[in-house]
């Protein structure tokens, strides 16, 4: 299967822009190795050093697959394509040596806990920052470096525990334990922040002589990628943004030959699928119940009407009427998807032949290097044992920025959820973004926290909205007018980067694409985020975050065993905010070498086919297909909730611990915390695989055990012997956890017209800064309008006429009542 990547970029191709940079992968499993596959990718080379048993991912199968002794899992193929490895025993002193020669050639070490020789000392992350003061150290790690928690155990099934992230936006069924997003999302979505937090502090160290520490939390990423904004929302409102699950209609549906994929995100939509179901006295329905509990309340018509018929014709029907939809994807589906096909968005492994996903951005020019085989054990250690040292001459010693995009000027055209992520990362580290909306459009994250449109700027009160646009200016233009268009491409040519996030054609029909940016400004950046690409037969079809994670297989991994897939409901979103930052970062190094722009092209969808690739590369691999297994998982066993004593904050009887058991060692811990009861001294169960076997007949002595005590005290006894274990939070909890208020991961933020509340921040802290991350609140609807406009040379009387015109406006044109979709 061929990649269709570089034919698209061909006419181009261009100097990696990573080029140069040598990264030492000191890190064990899926977000170390994710984060420098994305750094390998865009060109630098990676050195993976290991100790002589090997990363243990090279030994992985999510399936259970044998990889045969000398070979590689599939999986490592993938992720250690293009990279070296060493082989360095920590038991022989002369292999330590070889270590810190890697370092001092090296310009970045990526590094997590868990292997022999991140456990010596001399390895250790802060020791290395010591020890190699140049370098820009990244490590990664479930709670952060430091704080109460941070030699905690933990995976990332109980990460997702303490996120909320189990909890989510309501997913799942009422009468069901909550269910867990499948596939190690969390280590993936960690893997891409790591990436990216790593280009930026080695964009601010060049140079100066410094190097830096990067501290990454892999729970504060699990917040940001599975929880929508649930602090912030709770102290703006004083209301929780949800209390219950309940199921998505019609969501993931039977339809008379298979599953199908509707979505259902905006009254429109609702009102749209009334009328394609033959309903339309429906949409007149009592309007005080959400989108959401109207499609319930049809829950049964609904389903039937879809039951008799092909899912195309119900894609098709839904796509005529805009509603977004999609196929339901896996493993075994997905490389033949014909917009899939159509794209290139798979190719073949150089070495293994398995199918792999290509990169989950694209450029022009081309500036990512092509798929490359993954190295033998130890296959390159002799040639960096004898290779010459780096010599790297006097640097200046000079203080980074703690704000490092601090002389980068951003055109945000995005919205909603993707898109603003992706420009917050840069205001909240010194960039200065405006953000673009029109009065009588304004961003939809407005219009979705169910403010009374009773209350004075009920539009300027969204939680949701401040959350993705701290630090932000804020401008209104009507760029559907001429004059709208003009004023936009002017202040486009002020600007470094242009990021976008609508469908193709909304751009390319009123002149705004990257040929036209790059006549005026021959260095811009633009950064397009399309769901599902600049081409290809689902081009112009809506995406929102359910139905990319539906069409990429995140989905598919998601729900219990008994019962259809559950949409995840959020990481399609972030997951491809963090994705377009790699590219855009990527980007602006490119132009830093070159003096020259480029275009990114980040589709939601690549993003997420890149982080579910484990489906797709098990079963061209090995033939299995990966399936959801309610909170079960391939990384432990035993793995699952178990409901609590006790009763939640709203009375019910729903409490829940999370409880995973990844190695023997931590079996021996819990069968101890335990009494060390019959039952669990069998020696059937001294293994994975014996425990895998028995996992019904734990999970029914471990429900007995938890039931007759209350969550604190399970966290507290589990904890103390060392086994993962945690609470299932309420989202909207998440700053009360000690671990998240030790790291100042949330700041209050002051708002001229909203309540003061907590802002989520970034899951990294920098050893250079800044100490605070968000600077101003998120802008007023239209707020900088004279101020941006005066200095593109706009007088008083332009402008006003531009208003009374309605080509810029300061609140909306016509006072909506807020869409109430919860």
């Given at each position: 299967?061929?990649?269709?990547?570089?034919?698209?970029?061909?006419?181009?191709?261009?100097?990696?822009?990573?080029?140069?940079?040598?990264?030492?992968?000191?890190?064990?499993?899926?977000?170390?190795?994710?984060?420098?596959?994305?750094?390998?990718?865009?060109?630098?080379?990676?050195?993976?050093?290991?100790?002589?048993?090997?990363?243990?991912?090279?030994?992985?199968?999510?399936?259970?697959?044998?990889?045969?002794?000398?070979?590689?899992?599939?999986?490592?193929?993938?992720?250690?394509?293009?990279?070296?490895?060493?082989?360095?025993?920590?038991?022989?002193?002369?292999?330590?040596?070889?270590?810190?020669?890697?370092?001092?050639?090296?310009?970045?070490?990526?590094?997590?806990?868990?292997?022999?020789?991140?456990?010596?000392?001399?390895?250790?992350?802060?020791?290395?920052?010591?020890?190699?003061?140049?370098?820009?150290?990244?490590?990664?790690?479930?709670?952060?470096?430091?704080?109460?928690?941070?030699?905690?155990?933990?995976?990332?099934?109980?990460?997702?525990?303490?996120?909320?992230?189990?909890?989510?936006?309501?997913?799942?069924?009422?009468?069901?334990?909550?269910?867990?997003?499948?596939?190690?999302?969390?280590?993936?979505?960690?893997?891409?922040?790591?990436?990216?937090?790593?280009?930026?502090?080695?964009?601010?160290?060049?140079?100066?002589?410094?190097?830096?520490?990067?501290?990454?939390?892999?729970?504060?990423?699990?917040?940001?990628?599975?929880?929508?904004?649930?602090?912030?929302?709770?102290?703006?409102?004083?209301?929780?943004?949800?209390?219950?699950?309940?199921?998505?209609?019609?969501?993931?549906?039977?339809?008379?030959?298979?599953?199908?994929?509707?979505?259902?995100?905006?009254?429109?939509?609702?009102?749209?699928?009334?009328?394609?179901?033959?309903?339309?006295?429906?949409?007149?329905?009592?309007?005080?119940?959400?989108?959401?509990?109207?499609?319930?309340?049809?829950?049964?018509?609904?389903?039937?009407?879809?039951?008799?018929?092909?899912?195309?014709?119900?894609?098709?029907?839904?796509?005529?009427?805009?509603?977004?939809?999609?196929?339901?994807?896996?493993?075994?589906?997905?490389?033949?998807?014909d917009h899939h096909v159509a794209r290139g968005s798979f190719t073949t492994n150089p070495r293994d032949g398995f199918t792999q996903p290509v990169a989950p951005y694209r450029?022009?020019?081309?500036?990512?290097?092509?798929?490359?085989?993954?190295?033998?054990?130890?296959?390159?250690?002799?040639?960096?044992?004898?290779?010459?040292?780096?010599?790297?001459?006097?640097?200046?010693?000079?203080?980074?920025?703690?704000?490092?995009?601090?002389?980068?000027?951003?055109?945000?055209?995005?919205?909603?959820?993707?898109?603003?992520?992706?420009t917050h990362f840069l205001a909240m580290l010194g960039a200065e973004v405006i953000h673009v909306e029109s009065a009588g459009r304004p961003d939809g994250t407005r219009l979705?926290?169910?403010?009374?449109?009773?209350?004075?700027?009920?539009?300027?009160?969204?939680?949701?909205?401040?959350?993705?646009?701290?630090?932000?200016?804020?401008?209104?233009?009507?760029?559907?007018?001429?004059?709208?268009?003009?004023?936009?491409?002017?202040?486009?040519?002020?600007?470094?980067?242009?990021?976008?996030?609508?469908?193709?054609?909304?751009?390319?029909?009123?002149?705004?694409?990257?040929?036209?940016?790059?006549?005026?400004?021959?260095?811009?950046?633009?950064?397009?985020?399309?769901?599902?690409?600049?081409?290809?037969?689902?081009?112009?079809?809506?995406?929102?975050?359910?139905?990319?994670?539906?069409?990429?297989?995140?989905?598919?991994?998601?729900?219990?065993?008994?019962?259809?897939?559950?949409?995840?409901?959020?990481?399609?979103?972030?997951?491809?905010?963090?994705?377009?930052?790699?590219?855009?970062?990527?980007?602006?190094?490119?132009?830093?070498?070159?003096?020259?722009?480029?275009?990114?092209?980040?589709?939601?969808?690549?993003?997420?086919?890149?982080?579910?690739?484990?489906?797709?590369?098990?079963?061209?691999?090995?033939?299995?297909?990966?399936?959801?297994?309610?909170?079960?998982?391939?990384?432990?066993a035993p793995q699952n909730l178990y409901r609590a004593a006790g009763v939640d904050e709203f009375g019910r009887p729903d409490c829940w611990v999370a409880i995973a058991v990844?190695?023997?060692?931590?079996?021996?811990?819990?069968?101890?915390?335990?009494?060390?009861?019959?039952?669990?001294?069998?020696?059937?169960?001294?293994?994975?695989?014996?425990?895998?076997?028995?996992?019904?007949?734990?999970?029914?002595?471990?429900?007995?055990?938890?039931?007759?005590?209350?969550?604190?005290?399970?966290?507290?006894?589990?904890?103390?012997?060392?086994?993962?274990?945690?609470?299932?939070?309420?989202?909207?909890?998440?700053?009360?956890?000690?671990?998240?208020?030790?790291?100042?991961?949330?700041?209050?933020?002051?708002?001229?017209?909203?309540?003061?509340?907590?802002?989520?921040?970034?899951?990294?802290?920098?050893?250079?800064?800044?100490?605070?991350?968000?600077?101003?609140?998120?802008?007023?609807?239209?707020?900088?309008?004279?101020?941006?406009?005066?200095?593109?040379?706009?007088?008083?009387?332009?402008?006003?006429?531009?208003?009374?015109?309605?080509?810029?406006?300061?609140?909306?044109?016509?006072?909506?009542?807020?869409?109430?979709?919860?």
């Amino acid at each position: 299967m061929a990649s269709r990547n570089s034919a698209h970029n061909a006419e181009n191709p261009a100097e990696p822009p990573l080029r140069g940079c040598v990264v030492a992968d000191l890190s064990t499993g899926i977000a170390g190795a994710y984060c420098t596959k994305l750094l390998r990718d865009g060109g630098a080379e990676i050195v993976k050093i290991e100790p002589p048993e090997g990363d243990p991912l090279r030994r992985w199968s999510a399936s259970g697959a044998a990889v045969e002794t000398g070979c590689d899992g599939a999986l490592f193929s993938f992720l250690a394509g293009g990279k070296a490895s060493v082989v360095a025993d920590p038991d022989v002193p002369a292999d330590l040596d070889l270590v810190d020669a890697v370092l001092e050639s090296a310009d970045v070490v990526v590094w997590s806990p868990g292997s022999r020789l991140t456990e010596h000392p001399r390895f250790a992350a802060t020791a290395l920052r010591r020890a190699h003061r140049h370098l820009v150290v990244t490590a990664v790690t479930p709670f952060g470096l430091d704080g109460p928690w941070s030699d905690r155990a933990a995976t990332e099934f109980t990460l997702q525990a303490w996120s909320g992230g189990i909890v989510g936006l309501g997913r799942g069924a009422p009468e069901q334990a909550p269910v867990h997003v499948g596939g190690r999302i969390g280590e993936w979505f960690a893997g891409a922040y790591a990436s990216a937090a790593t280009m930026t502090s080695r964009l601010r160290t060049l140079g100066s002589g410094a190097g830096e520490l990067v501290d990454l939390s892999i729970l504060e990423a699990q917040i940001l990628g599975l929880t929508y904004y649930p602090v912030s929302f709770h102290e703006a409102l004083g209301r929780p943004f949800r209390t219950e699950r309940r199921l998505t209609v019609p969501g993931v549906a039977a339809a008379a030959d298979g599953l199908v994929a509707l979505g259902c995100g905006t009254a429109q939509q609702w009102f749209d699928l009334c009328a394609m179901v033959g309903h339309p006295e429906w949409i007149e329905q009592d309007t005080d119940l959400s989108i959401t509990e109207r499609a319930l309340a049809n829950a049964p018509e609904i389903y039937a009407w879809l039951a008799d018929r092909p899912s195309e014709v119900i894609r098709d029907l839904a796509s005529a009427f805009r509603i977004p939809n999609g196929p339901v994807v896996h493993g075994a589906n997905a490389a033949e998807m014909d917009h899939h096909v159509a794209r290139g968005s798979f190719t073949t492994n150089p070495r293994d032949g398995f199918t792999q996903p290509v990169a989950p951005y694209r450029t022009r020019p081309a500036l990512l290097r092509e798929p490359r085989r993954a190295p033998r054990l130890g296959e390159h250690t002799e040639q960096y044992r004898s290779a010459s040292p780096r010599h790297r001459g006097p640097l200046p010693r000079v203080q980074p920025d703690p704000l490092p995009f601090r002389e980068l000027r951003v055109l945000d055209l995005t919205t909603y959820w993707a898109g603003p992520s992706c420009t917050h990362f840069l205001a909240m580290l010194g960039a200065e973004v405006i953000h673009v909306e029109s009065a009588g459009r304004p961003d939809g994250t407005r219009l979705i926290a169910g403010v009374p449109a009773s209350e004075e700027q009920w539009w300027e009160k969204s939680p949701i909205f401040s959350g993705l646009n701290t630090g932000k200016k804020g401008i209104t233009v009507d760029f559907r007018t001429e004059r709208g268009r003009d004023l936009l491409l002017r202040l486009a040519a002020t600007c470094d980067v242009v990021v976008e996030n609508y469908t193709p054609r909304v751009l390319e029909q009123v002149g705004l694409d990257y040929s036209a940016l790059r006549k005026l400004r021959p260095d811009t950046i633009m950064v397009r985020m399309p769901g599902f690409g600049l081409d290809g037969p689902w081009r112009d079809n809506p995406a929102f975050a359910y139905i990319i994670e539906d069409t990429s297989g995140l989905t598919w991994l998601t729900g219990h065993p008994d019962r259809n897939p559950l949409e995840p409901y959020a990481i399609g979103d972030p997951n491809a905010g963090v994705h377009a930052l790699n590219g855009l970062l990527l980007a602006l190094e490119h132009r830093r070498r070159s003096g020259r722009g480029a275009l990114v092209e980040a589709a939601m969808v690549d993003a997420a086919l890149n982080v579910a690739a484990e489906q797709v590369i098990e079963y061209s691999a090995y033939g299995a297909l990966l399936e959801r297994d309610g909170n079960r998982g391939p990384e432990a066993a035993p793995q699952n909730l178990y409901r609590a004593a006790g009763v939640d904050e709203f009375g019910r009887p729903d409490c829940w611990v999370a409880i995973a058991v990844a190695t023997d060692a931590q079996w021996r811990q819990l069968r101890e915390a335990l009494g060390n009861p019959f039952w669990a001294l069998v020696p059937e169960l001294c293994s994975a695989a014996g425990r895998r076997e028995q996992h019904d007949a734990i999970d029914e002595r471990l429900a007995e055990w938890c039931a007759a005590r209350d969550s604190d005290e399970i966290v507290r006894i589990l904890w103390d012997a060392g086994v993962p274990v945690a609470k299932v939070m309420q989202p909207h909890r998440q700053a009360e956890l000690p671990q998240l208020r030790f790291r100042g991961f949330f700041e209050p933020v002051d708002h001229p017209v909203a309540r003061t509340a907590g802002h989520s921040t970034v899951p990294a802290r920098f050893s250079g800064g800044p100490d605070r991350f968000h600077r101003s609140p998120a802008p007023l609807l239209g707020q900088h309008n004279d101020e941006i406009l005066t200095a593109l040379g706009f007088s008083e009387a332009e402008i006003r006429a531009l208003e009374a015109d309605g080509i810029i406006g300061g609140f909306p044109e016509v006072v909506r009542t807020p869409v109430k979709s919860e």
